[in-house]
């Protein structure tokens, strides 16, 4: 009798958190601020990107959800030399998906402060060299950037994300970074990683 109602008890409550979730899609996009982290490499330029994509979240319980999308993105890398007057840029295209567990605190009726964090995988699909000095300029090869070469980046990326953003309604905001996890160079004793800050407009049907 004891087993017959913790089980009841149980699927009570697997019937309650299932009829309490939801499940809500929406698109998101925004301006990343990017650069590289690792050997040598420059911290104090950032490149200017975006990201776009569509999002979807799993709201388990009341103030508590699983936040993920597939969203094209861009990483890399921007230095300047202001006394050669000569500019360097790499921009990365991933296919990005992050898994985020998502906090949500209630401020006042339809607005939420949502607190969110977890691990992202993505996948380089391309990218581009730019370099000039003075008038000079040149520009590489866009779809070459990932590959098996030593001038190349390995395409699989991997890391952690961290987040604080606001929901009025259906509209988001959302402000975030990303530190990759996975060294990216190609190279025996490099060590390339990608880290990104970004800023996200969505909207929730």
């Known amino acids: 009798m004891k087993k017959f109602r913790l089980m009841a008890l149980m699927a009570m409550l697997v019937m309650v958190a299932g009829a309490s979730a939801q499940v809500n899609l929406g698109i998101k996009g925004g301006v990343n601020m990017s650069n590289y982290y690792g050997d040598e490499l420059n911290e104090k330029n950032v490149k200017i990107g975006f990201h776009v994509g569509l999002a979807a979240e799993y709201e ?12 094209f993105t861009t990483k890399g890398l921007k230095t300047e030399d202001t006394d050669w007057n000569a500019e360097y840029s790499e921009n990365l295209m991933y296919l990005q998906l992050p898994v985020h567990y998502a906090y949500k605190m209630d401020v006042t009726p339809g607005t939420r402060l949502v607190f969110h964090g977890g691990p992202y995988i993505a996948y380089g699909v391309g990218g581009s060299r730019k370099a000039s000095v003075g008038n000079i300029n040149a520009e590489w090869d866009v779809d070459n950037i990932f590959g098996d070469g030593l001038v190349q980046y390995k395409p699989f990326d991997a890391g952690l994300g961290l987040g ?22 190609r190279t025996s004793n490099g060590d390339i990683k990608n880290q990104n800050a970004y800023l996200s407009v969505g909207y929730k049907f």
């Open 164 to 185: 604080v953003g606001a929901e009025f309604g259906p509209i988001l905001f959302d402000l975030g970074w990303d530190m990759g996890l996975v060294n990216i160079s």
């Open 60 to 71: 388990f319980v009341p103030g508590s959800a699983l936040q993920t999308g597939l969203f």
